[in-house]
């Protein structure tokens, strides 16, 4: 399964940001991971296949919202109200154990860049 982000850009605060990520075949859990300069990849979001309960970190909970559809083989984020913390390459991913640790998912797009402005 190959995966294909977009969507970045580079905002002000406050404003929003969608991103998308195109799975070139069925995929199960699908989560956002970002990398921010300097710092460790971290856990942004996941959502199972079914799309019921998914789950955030807390630096973004309140904030962004994770969707899928099944049929076209999607995951979008949705970022709202964002700060210059958020700002960082967002990296979708998938997997048959998806959750919050990176090394549940078996496949990675190739990320996204997200830059907001203070």
């Known amino acids: 399964v190959q995966l294909q982000a977009s969507g970045g850009g580079l905002v002000q605060a406050g404003a929003s940001l969608r991103l998308s990520c195109a799975a070139s075949?069925?995929?199960?859990?699908m989560g956002w991971f970002r990398q921010a300069p300097g710092k460790e990849r971290e856990f942004v979001a996941v959502?199972?296949?079914?799309?019921?309960?998914?789950s955030y970190a807390d630096s973004v909970k309140g904030r962004f919202t994770i969707s899928r559809d099944n049929a076209k083989n999607t995951v979008t984020l949705q970022m709202d109200s964002l700060k210059p913390e958020d700002t960082a390459v967002y990296y979708c991913?998938?997997?048959?154990?998806?959750?919050?640790?990176?090394?549940?998912?078996?496949?990675w797009g190739q990320g996204t860049e997200v830059t907001v402005s203070s």
């Open positions: 991913a998938a997997g048959f154990n998806a959750g919050t640790a990176a090394t549940g998912y078996h496949y």
């Open positions: 075949g069925r995929t199960f859990g």
């Open positions: 959502i199972t296949w079914s799309g019921n309960n998914p």
